[in-house]
């Protein structure tokens, strides 16, 4: 499996999840759970350490989002305003139906 094969079979459950946890349907530790998982997979997929750059626009919000999993609390992905937004608009860019968040950059683990 190449990076662009990883992205592509993992974008959508990863916004999914996202969108799940900000509409209360699932819980934080589900949410964790899931990020995780992706984390791991993605050691097993590429292990090209050397290349942190994303390679388009859409991945390079994955890596944003997934790392925003873990940067902020629970209590922030929760319940901040502006942070639930951009969660939303970055679930939106990786399922294709919005374009890129402005500040939504992120490089591969």
Known sequence: ???DDYLAQ????L???VRQ???QQIDYDALQDMSWQLLGQWQAVCQDAADKQASSPQES????LLHSLHLWS????????????QLRD???CLMGEGP???GCIGTRP
């Open 10 to 13: 993992h974008r959508a459950p």
């Open 74 to 85: 629970q209590d922030e992905l929760a319940e901040d305003p502006a942070l639930r937004h």
């Open 21 to 23: 946890f900000l509409a």
């Open 90 to 92: 970055c679930a939106a």
């Open 61 to 64: 919000v994955f890596w944003h």
């Open 15 to 17: 916004a999914w999840t």
């Open 100 to 102: 890129a968040p402005l």
């Open 1 to 3: 499996m190449t990076c």
